[in-house]
């Protein structure tokens, strides 16, 4: 089964495609990245063509989309679940949505100790979920302070991933034995993931079930007309 997995969840935007009924460390068949910028989700459905394009396939070659659904950039979560929406059902495609904490999980190895997964949500507060060491999610994604966040992962020596980790570790105390894991958030995690819950018996939803996971509000507010004022006066008068 062909995969194709999409992610701009933050400052780039990849595609991988993943041949799902291969072994998991021959199952990428071909992986396009973007360098950091800013409007990289806009050239997202350029990259899913070249990718095709160098491996002789299309879009009829595809059996299952895979997302990366949030949280992180509001505008990059919003075109590649845009994109995934639009390819579902043009093409009638199944998707599953996998979230960032949990695609950062799948880039790093199982280990003895619990992982912490944490993106910076800016303003003092981190994206966070909580895994075992068989990176099963022992918690929901959720938005936390760095405080609340280490209040509620188990106490002993403790692994963390993704942009937020630094901020975590700046809250724990400077005996506590903690692991930082090197990762970012990319389409081949997500398809790896994906895979993951695939082979657990997980299936996709259609197309227009997709939705983004955000967390909270966006830091940007509408501006409210200049003109409203002066219209409704006119309209009393």
């Known amino acids: 089964m062909l995969l194709l997995a999409l992610d701009s969840a933050d400052a780039t935007c990849s595609a991988a495609l993943w041949d799902s009924a291969r072994p998991a460390a021959g199952a990428l068949l071909g992986h396009r990245r973007l360098a950091p910028g800013r409007g990289q989700a806009d050239h997202l459905i350029a990259l899913i063509d070249d990718l095709l394009h160098a491996l002789e ?8 989309l895979a997302v990366n659904c949030g ?27 996998v979230g960032s904490l949990e ?24 994206y966070v979920q909580t895994f075992d060491g068989q990176k099963r999610p022992r918690t929901a994604p959720a938005v936390r302070t760095p405080e609340q966040a280490i209040a509620e992962v188990p106490i002993g020596p403790l ?21 930082i894991e090197s990762a970012e958030l990319d389409a081949r995690w997500v398809a790896k993931r994906a895979a993951e819950r695939l082979s657990s ?18 830091d940007a507010r509408p501006q409210m007309p200049l003109v409203a004022p002066a219209r409704a006066q006119a309209v009393e008068a």
């Open 57 to 64: 396939l299309d879009y009829a070659a595809i059996d299952l």
């Open 159 to 179: 692994r963390l991933v993704g942009s937020g980790a630094g901020l975590i570790r700046a809250a724990l105390p400077g005996d506590r034995s903690v692991s």
């Open 71 to 97: 949280p992180g950039s509001f505008t990059g979560v919003r075109s590649a679940v845009a994109a995934a929406r639009g390819l579902a059902l043009a093409a009638g495609l199944p998707v599953l949505a």
């Open 201 to 218: 018996g997980e299936t996709p939803q259609d197309g227009y079930a997709l939705h983004p996971l955000y967390l909270r509000p966006p």
């Open 103 to 126: 695609t950062l999980a799948a880039a790093v190895p199982a280990g003895p100790e619990p992982l912490l997964a944490a993106l910076d949500a800016r303003r003092g507060k981190v």
